[in-house]
């Protein structure tokens, strides 16, 4: 499955608003591309170099459950406000395709970058490290779309689900980091980065010339 694919989690639903024709795997993956580890762990292991096991397991709980409490936020009160607010489909695909390129330049830029930002002065800043770095704001953008446009109580409890399944593996990644980064490397990790940084550039993109083409633009692909 190529990432273009992921268009379908929005597309799919701004075609055809009472057809819920997406698959819980299409829905999952969307979720780890946007909300999973991959993007986390480097920014979560720089900021907790110098934390004792305790502090960090600590934290990794503490950056979960305030996780677990903005994905709930996002998917039943946004949503919520999408339907109220009329905000239709196609510009929030916009919003969510503009802050996804603007965020895929910059993981892409920052390979050139001859030093790595040093850790924050007093420690860790969890809320950072909570939203933009693990709760992204694209991921919210998906989020809240596919939760306004589930058509049922049932779907809407999946997506929610598996939103949250995913903040249970971004929680098994912060606690396992440092064997992760002991035994993985940062190499392989910024050579992932670098790609996916660069396939996010073209999906987002993508998103943003559909969203413009469902808004009445004369555009194609």
């Not at 589930?150 to 997506?159: A, I, K, P, Q, Y």
């Amino acid at each position: 499955m190529s990432a273009p694919e992921l268009l379908v989690l929005l597309q799919a639903a701004a075609e055809a608003p009472q057809a819920y024709d997406l698959t819980a795997e299409n829905v999952f993956l969307a979720f780890f591309i946007m909300l999973g580890p991959i993007k986390a762990i480097g920014p979560f292991f720089a900021a907790t170099r110098e934390l004792d096991p305790g502090k960090l397991r600590a934290l990794a709980f503490k950056i979960f459950v305030f996780g677990v409490i903005a994905v709930l936020l996002a998917g039943l009160v946004g949503s919520a406000m999408l339907r109220k607010w009329q905000i239709s489909t196609p510009a929030m695909m916009l919003a969510g395709g503009l802050i996804f390129l603007l965020v895929a330049l910059q993981m892409v830029l920052a390979q050139y970058e001859k030093d790595p930002p040093a850790p924050a002065a007093g420690g860790p800043q969890v809320m950072h490290l909570v939203f933009p770095v693990t709760v992204t704001p694209y991921g919210v953008a998906a989020l809240i779309c596919l939760m306004a446009l589930s058509g049922s109580f049932d779907r809407s409890l999946t997506v929610l689900g598996l939103a949250l399944g995913v903040m249970v593996l971004n929680l098994l990644a912060m606690l396992a980091v440092r064997p992760i980064m002991r035994w993985v490397g940062p190499v392989p990790l910024q050579i992932l980065g670098a790609v996916l940084g660069i396939l996010q550039v073209a999906l987002a993109l993508q998103i943003i010339v559909r969203a413009l083409q469902k808004l009445g633009l004369p555009l194609t692909t």
